[in-house]
């Protein structure tokens, strides 16, 4: 089963997280060889999404990713509950597993410069 970690955007603002992949035991999942992907959507059978910019941060046996959305697109997403995962796929050994889930909350700017 994925992890659940909600996140909260600022509508407007960088936005930038970081997470350690782990499994159900706790193990730190070695990313080594894998891609990442993360889309979040009003619904799952929404066909409108919004991705996420992934990468690893350091070296890879030590799971870290970073989430980041660019304040230019938060601005154009409309405040409110969404939902999604990230995904890890390694090609190789034709590997894809989803190891986080959750809900992200887009907050309403209020100042606009």
């Known amino acids: 089963m994925a992890s659940i970690i909600d996140l909260y955007v600022d509508q407007g603002s960088d936005f930038y997280a970081e997470v350690v992949l782990e499994t159900e035991d706790g193990l ?36 870290k990713i970073s989430l980041s959305l660019p304040g230019v697109v938060s601005t154009g997403i409309k405040p409110g509950r969404y939902l999604y995962d990230i995904e890890i796929v390694d090609s190789i050994n034709n590997i894809r597993l989803r190891v986080a889930e959750g809900v992200v909350i887009i907050t309403p700017e209020i100042t606009r410069i």
């Not at 991705?51 to 799971?63: A, D, K, L, M, Y």
């Open 28 to 63: 730190i999942i070695d990313l080594t060889n894998f891609d990442i992907y993360s889309q979040f959507r009003k619904n799952p059978g929404s066909s409108t999404y919004y991705t996420f910019e992934t990468s690893i941060v350091g070296q890879p046996v030590f799971g």
